[in-house]
């Protein structure tokens, strides 16, 4: 079992930049496609970006597409999510997940981190 455990989250205001970090330990990272996914207040947790194994294969919703980038460190252990030109309907608690097949737009991931709280204002 891969654990996760996500940072980077804060406040920020419109228009500015986040980086989120998410950290893995467990069975071997670097086998595992890795997603983000996020869930604001009163509403069902949506897909975010996901990344294949090798980091050769990506794939975002259309709502972040152009302004989030995922990438990925297999020698860190590590899964990243840049977020440029946030927006306050960007505000969610933001999760990693992990899932042994790369499968763009699923929701169906194997592990969860905690999630890590990003907050944008206006």
């Known amino acids: 079992q891969v654990q996760l455990v996500e940072s980077g989250g804060g406040l920020v205001q419109a228009g500015g930049s986040l980086r989120l970090s998410c950290a893995a330990s467990g069975r071997t990272f670097s086998s595992y496609a890795k997603g983000w996914f996020r869930q604001a207040p009163g509403k069902e947790r949506e897909f975010v970006a996901a990344i294949s194994w090798s980091g050769g294969s990506t794939y975002y919703a259309d709502s972040v597409k152009g302004r989030f980038t995922i990438s990925r460190d297999n020698a860190k252990n590590t899964v990243y999510l840049q977020m440029n030109s946030l927006k306050p309907e960007d505000t969610a608690v933001y999760y990693c997940?992990?899932?042994?097949?790369?499968?763009?737009?699923?929701?169906?991931?194997?592990?969860w981190g905690q999630g890590t709280q990003v907050t944008v204002s206006s």
């Open positions: 997940a992990a899932r042994e097949a790369y499968d763009p737009g699923t929701m169906e991931y194997d592990a």
